[in-house]
């Protein structure tokens, strides 16, 4: 594996030879071999290991090991401490995302600081996998299914070509020591349940997987690189851009085939998620508009106007998953419940958490705008004829917010609740929201 490395450096990542490079060890096989490897080919590395003080003494064994493996080798290392769970509350995250923010920060601090010009990582070809069946699972466009890039920007992948049995054989081969991670042998995430069971049946149903997924997604790639080049091509002929707007102008868009593969393209990189109403937008009628978490689409007679959100005057709010309190723009807890309380009121709904997709936004409503009253069987009506019906002045119109998952309103605060979202007989997981 060593020679074919080195080959696949001097092909690839030729720049590497002659960069300072900081490598992102954390005591686990995989980035063992790493190190191993550069340590063979006489790179000029430095490590980098960070203790997020998850899994008590053995985040700190971790520690220990990396810290005794640098100084036995004299490699210069960069270790500190984080307390990821503290980090994760006060800013709401999940912990892997909270480790992940906590992480990336401290590396591109020590790159700027220590005149280091890249990160190297240790994810390999199995991660590819996993991340591969990740989003097609969730759902996701061509460009979700192309795998781990190589290269983002200053962070660097060298071990992408290979899998994770040929990085175990090598370790085996030269006695590298590495630390098991406890917590990879847990089925609690989701990508542990992939690489525990699913993988393996794609192994058993297809003994050439890992050769014939590779040559997939080298295809993807190629097609990815297609649609980009087309997507660009096409911008130039639809779009112009108008004082920090960008308009489209829906009688070329029209004549595109398959225009909606264009508006994809465009429009997927500013947060859009809500495609069947955008997909809708160009015979929609003037007004209508759709929502990121930081830009809206708006329908205005030929063109449609994508612009940032005003956040100094906004009208939109966002709700991450995981949030359990907002303060803005108005007082909101959101908790799982094991039932439905009996002292509901016109401020509190229950709701199918299932149905839920965060994040959440609390916007004012727009012309256009419909939801299905709870009660009425699933029938869809216009909010404005609901605030027509509800006799609700101009400034109780102006002064009500929605609740809305994509672009489907589950509730008009205070006021209606959507039948779509309502508890049922089936419903396993209950999301309690109430304004305080």
């Known amino acids: 594996m060593l020679s074919e490395f080195k080959n696949h450096l001097s092909q690839n990542l030729p720049f590497l030879k002659e960069s300072k490079l900081l490598l992102a060890v954390s005591g686990g096989i995989d980035s063992m071999v790493l190190l191993h490897l550069f340590q063979q080919l006489n790179f000029n590395i430095s490590i980098v290991h960070c203790n997020f003080n998850l899994r008590e003494k053995e985040s700190d064994d971790d520690e220990d090991f990396i810290r005794y493996y640098a100084a036995k080798n004299r490699i210069k290392i960069f270790i500190t401490g984080f307390d990821t769970k503290a980090f994760a509350t006060d800013n709401k995250l999940s912990v892997q995302v909270a480790a992940r923010e906590l992480r990336y920060a401290w590396f591109n601090q020590l790159l700027e600081e220590n005149d280091l010009e890249y990160l190297l990582t240790a994810h390999h070809l199995d991660d590819t996998v996993e991340t591969f069946l990740i989003n097609f699972i969730r759902g996701t466009g061509l460009e979700g299914l192309t795998g781990i890039p190589e290269q983002n920007d200053k962070i660097i992948r060298p071990l992408l070509p290979y899998t994770r049995s040929e990085i175990e054989s090598y370790a085996k081969e030269h006695s590298i020591e590495w630390r098991e991670d406890s917590s990879n042998v847990s089925d609690k995430y989701f990508r542990n349940k992939l690489r525990h069971h699913i993988v393996p049946e794609l192994k058993n149903l297809n003994p050439s997987f890992t050769t014939s997924f590779k040559q ?220 305080l």
């Open 216 to 435: 997939t997604l080298k295809n993807i790639n190629q097609t990815a690189s297609l649609a980009h080049d087309a997507a660009i091509l096409m911008y130039q002929q639809v779009v112009s851009e108008k004082e920090g707007q960008k308009h489209i102008d829906i009688q070329q868009l029209k004549r595109l085939p398959n225009y909606k593969a264009y508006l994809y393209q465009w429009l997927s990189p500013f947060g859009f998620t809500a495609w069947d109403d955008i997909y809708l937008l160009p015979e929609a009628q003037a007004g209508k508009q759709v929502f990121s978490h930081g830009y809206r689409l708006l329908k205005d007679r030929q063109v449609l106007i994508l612009e940032p959100l005003k956040f100094s005057d906004k009208n939109i709010y966002e709700i991450k998953e995981g949030v359990e309190e907002i303060t803005q723009p108005l007082i909101m807890t959101l908790k799982l419940n094991d039932s439905i309380s009996e002292d509901s009121t016109k401020n509190t709904i229950f709701v199918n958490n299932n149905l839920i997709k965060f994040p959440l936004f609390v916007r004012k409503w727009q012309e256009g705008d419909y939801f299905c009253p709870i009660g009425m069987n699933g029938q869809k009506k216009k909010v404005a004829k609901f605030f027509k019906d509800e006799k609700m002045s101009l400034s109780e119109k102006e002064n009500t917010w929605l609740l809305c998952s994509d672009n489907e309103i589950i509730w008009i605060i205070g006021r209606r609740a959507d039948d779509r979202f309502k508890i049922r007989n089936s419903t396993d997981t209950i999301l309690k929201i109430e304004v």
